[in-house]
């Protein structure tokens, strides 16, 4: 089979490619090991987190672990966050995508989605100085930053203290609802602000890939803020209206581990064997 386009990985960056070509009448292909949750997804009632707190009653199982693998102490390494529903998303990469640094604390996974299956949903976006410092162009990256915050939708409040620190975006969304705890928390903090300014201090409601309405886009209806509402991109890539006009054909299979080492440091590789699955790509 041939095609005019073939994206690797279904994570954030492969599905945003995706969309670019939907309704052109191309034959894309996607290339991704694809591997899904299997343990305890089908246990995640489709309900928003108050609901599930208050009513589910295995619960547990998913917010533990039946092993309580959520209590273990995993300190502050990277992906520490992972909820036991998330944890598949390391499996296979030690064998399969071999990387070995000094330097660089790295993630990666093998799952359907990418690394969208384990974003704790905060947006954040590069300042212009930090886009020179990294060697980016920083003149079209506003406009590619309000065209994924559009397409994923990005809930966030624009007077908030701490928006312009961390996101220079506007709200597609208003900002979530707070508990009691935490409203409690800003009126202190609203009551003492210009001194903590001072200090270096700002709070506020943080900049949240979370619909906090209901929202149709492109054909593709996504419901206020349910448990598992941030896995978009998975949701988004396997609809069928994303599939509308593309001639898209999905090839599984697992890559062959090979490590690169250079001075010493291992740099991770991989070595994509010729067919993966059924058919040959050719």
Avoid at 112 to 140: H, N, R, Y
Avoid at 232 to 257: E, I, M
Avoid at 271 to 280: A, C, I, K
Wanted: hydrophobic content about 35%.
């Amino acid at each position: 089979m041939q095609f005019d386009v073939l994206v690797v990985g279904s994570g954030p960056a492969g599905v945003q490619a995706l969309s670019g070509f939907v309704g052109k009448r191309l034959r894309v292909g996607l290339i991704d090991p694809g591997k899904v949750e299997t343990r305890y997804g089908n246990l995640i009632p489709d309900q928003n987190f108050i609901e599930i707190r208050q009513t589910c009653r295995h619960q547990q199982r998913f917010f533990l672990g039946d092993e309580e693998e959520a209590l273990e102490a995993r300190g502050a390494r990277l992906a520490a966050h992972l909820t036991p529903p998330r944890q598949y998303l390391f499996e296979g990469t030690e064998q399969h995508l071999p990387f070995r640094s000094r330097t660089l604390s790295h993630f990666q996974t093998l799952a359907q989605g990418g690394l969208g299956g384990g974003w704790g949903a905060g947006v954040c976006t590069f300042s212009p100085g930090e886009m020179k410092e990294a060697g980016i162009d920083a003149t079209f990256m506003p406009r590619l930053y309000s065209q994924v915050a559009d397409s994923i939708g990005v809930s966030l409040e624009s007077a908030a203290d701490t928006t312009p620190l961390v996101c220079d975006l506007s709200a597609t969304q208003p900002a979530l609802e707070i508990d009691e705890n935490a409203e409690a928390i800003l009126n202190a903090y609203e009551r003492k602000r210009g001194r903590l300014n001072e200090n270096g201090f700002f709070l506020g409601k943080a900049p949240l890939a979370v619909l906090t309405r209901d929202r149709e886009k492109a054909g593709v209806r996504r419901g206020a803020c349910p448990y598992h509402n941030m896995d978009y991109y998975s949701a988004c890539l396997y609809s069928p209206r994303t599939r509308a006009g593309v001639q898209l054909r999905a090839f599984s299979g697992l890559p062959c581990p090979r490590v690169f080492r250079e001075g010493g440091v291992g740099v991770g590789g991989v070595q994509v064997p010729g067919r993966l699955g059924d058919p040959d790509i050719e």
